[in-house]
């Protein structure tokens, strides 16, 4: 586990966007992608994000392809600007569905090495996550595409250890994204 640190970190909570529809032409869920709109979608979302003035300094992702399309967009247009890292997805099974957050954030804490991290995840354990976060039983409904930012106290995290610095919904990401 990473040594303890009360030093302030920046986490952005990304659901993935909108994927191919579950059926029989998807028959493993986990490998279900990203739909042509669910593309087009994200990145107009990251156009808004870069409006904000997000950076990533690492990203971390579940490894279901949705989620992982979703986490590669994200590096590759907000990452960092050293081209030796820009792009980087840590994949981590435990950002996949059904695992609890203490479990999560153990994992996380894991393998996250900077300041500013994305997660890329799914509903509901993302909303789970940042009820856990933030010291609430509510979950945070997160549509798809949705990003929240958290500062978060200490790290390893524990339950509470975070303030929702704010939650965007998709529709306005993009809205941010045309302005630009």
Same mark, same amino acid.
């Given at each position: ?62 490894? *279901? $392809? ?7 967009? !994200? &590096? /590759?247009?907000?990452?960092? #600007? =050293?081209?030796? @890292? ?32 994305? *997660? $890329? ?7 789970? !996550? &940042? /009820?856990?976060?933030?010291? #609430? =039983?509510?979950? @945070? ?40």
């Amino acid at each position: 586990m990473a040594h303890a640190t009360t030093q302030v970190r920046t986490c952005y909570l990304v659901r993935h966007a909108i994927a191919e529809p579950r059926g029989p032409g998807w028959p493993d869920d986990a490998r279900r992608p990203l739909s042509p709109r669910g593309l087009q979608r994200m990145r107009q979302i990251m156009r808004g994000l870069d409006v904000l003035g997000v950076r990533i300094d690492q990203v971390i992702s579940s490894p *279901l $392809v949705r989620a992982r399309q979703t986490a590669e967009l !994200l &590096a /590759a247009g907000l990452g960092p #600007t =050293d081209d030796a @890292v820009r792009g980087d997805v840590v994949l981590l099974p435990d950002l996949a569905p059904d695992v609890s957050p203490a479990v999560t954030m153990r994992a996380v804490a894991g393998v996250a090495t900077a300041s500013t991290v994305a *997660l $890329v995840g799914h509903e509901p354990d993302l909303g789970q !996550l &940042a /009820a856990w976060w933030l010291g #609430t =039983d509510r979950s @945070v409904p997160f549509k798809k595409g949705a990003v929240c930012c958290l500062a978060v106290r200490r790290w390893p995290a524990r339950r509470g250890d975070a303030t929702l610095i704010w939650l965007a919904p998709p529709t306005l990401l993009r809205l941010a994204g045309r302005s630009a």
